[in-house]
């Protein structure tokens, strides 16, 4: 069965402190490749199981029988050097968590902005594309109609010059009859 991000960090923490190592965030992170929440999680943890153990190792087998008073009091006063300097980090470690807190949300924040972006881009992607057939229908239709009227143009400059010779010819077919009519009244005898 496939563990969970959760069980992998809680290992990771775990083979870190037997390989002697710091279990922090960064390092769990590393270890185990979950997402810095869940690393951040797992490292928290394991430090206060830790430090609520409050094991205390065993002296070495050559000072044990001389010094076991001297070692405890020793080893206490660094666990309370240590629970005060872990104090002072843990402010510091607050605080950066409340930065980093601040940090994720701008994070979702422009991921979001990304997000609804990335929707403009794509709508705007479907308007160019709508309009670009709009715009080669149109131009399909322009050409049609160009040709539509070049071949009209073609048709009024045959019908005028049709009409120009029709003119032509009913001009002198005037011409005639006046000349015809001009004979006729030449030609009457006059009373």
Avoid: C, I
């Avoid at 922090?24 to 590393?30: K, W």
């Amino acid at each position: 069965m496939e563990q969970t991000p959760t069980e992998r960090a809680e290992v990771a923490a775990e083979e870190l402190a037997a390989g002697g190592k710091a279990v922090t965030a960064r390092a769990v992170r590393a270890a185990s490749g979950v997402r810095m929440t869940v690393a951040a999680e797992a490292a928290r943890a394991w430090n206060e199981q830790v430090d609520q153990e409050g094991q205390v190792p065993g002296m070495p087998a050559a000072f044990a029988a001389r010094s076991e008073a001297m070692w405890r009091a020793t080893y206490a006063l660094a666990r309370d050097a240590f629970a005060a300097e872990r104090a002072g980090w843990e402010g510091r470690v607050m605080l950066a968590e409340q930065e980093a807190g601040q940090l994720r949300a701008d994070v979702d924040e422009m991921e979001a902005q990304l997000a609804a972006a990335q929707e403009a881009v794509a709508e705007a992607g479907k308007q160019v594309d709508e309009l670009r057939r709009d715009l080669a229908r149109v131009e399909g239709e322009s050409s049609a109609r160009k040709a539509e009227a070049e071949h009209l143009r073609v048709e009024a400059r045959e019908v005028r010059a049709r009409l120009d010779n029709e003119r032509t010819r009913a001009d002198r077919a005037e011409a005639r009859a006046e000349a015809l009519t001009g004979l006729d009244t030449k030609n009457k005898p006059t009373a």
